[in-house]
């Protein structure tokens, strides 16, 4: 199975372009999970990874938040099994 996510770039900047249905799930996804933190910083991180899955593009700064909440994601999807 291949990752969903696609890897472009973008002249010397690099990202990843969202699927729209990636998108979709993000779109909930991502707010839900930073409302959860009670960390300030951590939830400003998750904040802008928001708004960057509006755009579509991940900037390689928000990749690792991206993961995390991929493997959270993942986490709580097992839970409910």
């Not at 472009?8 to 959860?36: K, M, Y």
């Not at 933190?37 to 390689?60: F, H, I, M, N, Q």
Request: proline fraction near 9%; avoid cysteine; aromatic fraction near 2%.
């Amino acid at each position: 199975m291949t990752d969903p996510v696609t890897s472009i770039e973008s002249g010397a900047e690099a990202g990843l372009a969202l699927q729209p249905a990636e998108q979709e799930i993000l779109l909930q996804d991502v707010p839900a999970f930073a409302r959860t933190l009670k960390d300030p910083a951590s939830r400003e991180r998750y904040g802008a990874l928001s708004e960057a899955v509006e755009t579509g593009l991940v900037p390689p700064s928000l990749l690792p938040a991206l993961e995390n909440n991929k493997r959270s994601s993942k986490r709580r999807q097992k839970r409910k099994k």
